[in-house]
């Protein structure tokens, strides 16, 4: 049974000592915590109840702008560039692969093949024993 995702907007104030998370377009949708962490927990567990779905089945899409004034945009900024730095990760790992299969598909030694992508002979093992 695939599970349907349903996704809602939050937006976050601070009302010290107060994280306040208002949900659009859910009457009553409102709930507040003293710590980020646990207003996660009162939002889903608040919209389960209102909605009545599973607390699994939510999305949520938490908009920090209000809450945390100028800051919010240098938020938004890290958090473009840690996806950047993930993505270019996994193209590194996926080129890392590809080349480190391809040397020794053409005979190179292990420790050649270490030498020329600037790795150890250990990972370049490693690497081939995954492929």
Same mark, same amino acid.
């Given at each position: 049974?695939?599970?349907?995702?349903?996704?809602?907007?939050?937006?976050?104030?601070?009302?010290?000592?107060?994280?306040?998370?208002?949900?659009?377009?859910?009457?009553?949708?409102?709930?507040?915590?003293?710590? =980020?962490?646990?207003?996660?927990?009162?939002?889903?567990?608040?919209?389960?109840?209102?909605?009545?779905?599973?607390?699994?089945?939510?999305?949520?899409?938490?908009?920090?702008?209000?809450?945390?004034?100028?800051?919010?945009?240098?938020?938004?900024?890290?958090?473009?560039?840690?996806?950047?730095?993930?993505?270019?990760?996994?193209?590194?790992?996926?080129?890392?692969?590809?080349?480190?299969?391809?040397?020794?598909?053409?005979?190179?030694?292990?420790?050649?093949?270490?030498? =020329?992508?600037?790795?150890?002979?250990?990972?370049?093992?490693?690497?081939?024993?995954?492929?």
């Amino acid at each position: 049974m695939v599970r349907q995702m349903k996704t809602f907007k939050v937006q976050v104030l601070r009302e010290s000592p107060y994280w306040v998370a208002v949900v659009d377009g859910v009457p009553g949708g409102a709930a507040e915590a003293r710590s =980020l962490s646990s207003l996660e927990v009162e939002v889903r567990d608040l919209l389960a109840g209102l909605l009545d779905m599973d607390e699994g089945s939510l999305s949520l899409e938490w908009d920090y702008s209000k809450g945390l004034g100028g800051s919010a945009e240098l938020l938004a900024d890290y958090e473009a560039a840690r996806k950047a730095l993930e993505k270019a990760k996994r193209d590194y790992e996926s080129a890392q692969g590809s080349v480190v299969h391809e040397l020794r598909k053409q005979g190179l030694s292990v420790r050649d093949s270490a030498n =020329l992508v600037h790795v150890s002979h250990q990972r370049i093992s490693q690497l081939t024993r995954s492929n």
